[in-house]
């Protein structure tokens, strides 16, 4: 499968997401159908077609026989987590860390740093494991001596995005971009004409044509049975870019700790 790699370069964003879970769940791509991959994938058959064509074979069922064949040859390409070789999980993590510093967008960066500065108040959306970013955004900023919160009960979401006006600043994390939850918040806060930022994985969502600013990093799917093993640290990166545009900016030598 690696020698698949070099022809990344020649897709599209959403070739490459294709290609990378050919890569990551081998296993996983031989029993599924095509109409299977593209939902999990969000995308259309089109796009698992033309993926199959650009890596050299004519349709699905051609590559998924090239995947049986490389796994057959190499057992140690198994599934569960526990069973890969630990490296190929490390040029995941290079490669999401990579192609998000690669189509890094720094005027939306900047953009968003304005945003915080304007805002008197900011409240940060996130449910499941996209709280966490939220978790450690909100309490940098608050440092930073910016008012805001990261709130972990739906009941308080839901009466925090009821409550804010045109003067505040939304930040509304989800990988998929299609939680129902956070597109339910997502619809009271356009309501309110509250400013929103987005910040999701790197497929076409929902939730980023609400946005005002959408920020979008890569992430490669990774699951172990139920378990969303998927790192959110891209997430975690681009909230940091964010914060770290809006001290610097707006902040003295002293207040944000700089020598």
């Given at each position: ?25 081998p ?75 690669r ?42 001596g910016k ?23 939304a ?6 971009g299609?939680t129902?939850s ?29 946005a ?5 990093g ?42």
């Amino acid at each position: 499968m690696k020698r698949w790699m070099p022809e990344r370069q020649n897709l599209s964003p959403l070739e490459q997401r294709v290609l990378d879970y050919l890569f990551d769940h081998p296993e996983r791509v031989i029993r599924c159908k095509a109409e299977d991959l593209a939902k999990t994938l969000f995308v259309s058959t089109a796009t698992i077609s033309r993926t199959c064509q650009a890596l050299g074979f004519r349709g699905f069922q051609e590559l998924k026989y090239a995947l049986q064949q490389e796994l057959q040859r190499d057992p140690g390409g198994s599934e569960a987590p526990a069973s890969f070789p630990l490296q190929q999980h490390v040029d995941r993590f290079r490669r999401d860390f990579e192609e998000t510093i690669r189509r890094l967008d720094y005027e939306k960066i900047r953009q968003a740093a304005e945003l915080i500065h304007e805002s008197p108040r900011i409240e940060f959306f996130g449910v499941g494991n996209s709280l966490f970013p939220c978790l450690e955004a909100a309490k940098k900023l608050t440092f930073a001596g910016k008012w805001c919160n990261a709130r972990t009960d739906w009941d308080d979401l839901e009466v925090t995005a009821q409550s804010m006006s045109g003067t505040d600043l939304a930040f509304l994390v989800s990988y998929s971009g299609e939680t129902r939850s956070i597109l339910h918040f997502a619809r009271t806060l356009k309501a309110n004409r509250v400013k929103m930022i987005s910040l999701t994985g790197p497929h076409p969502n929902r939730l980023e044509k609400m946005a005002d600013i959408a920020l979008k990093g890569h992430m490669t799917d990774c699951c172990f049975g139920n378990l969303d093993l998927c790192s959110r640290f891209p997430m975690n990166l681009l909230l940091d870019l964010v914060i770290i545009e809006y001290i610097r900016r707006w902040k003295t030598p002293s207040q944000s700790g700089e020598p």
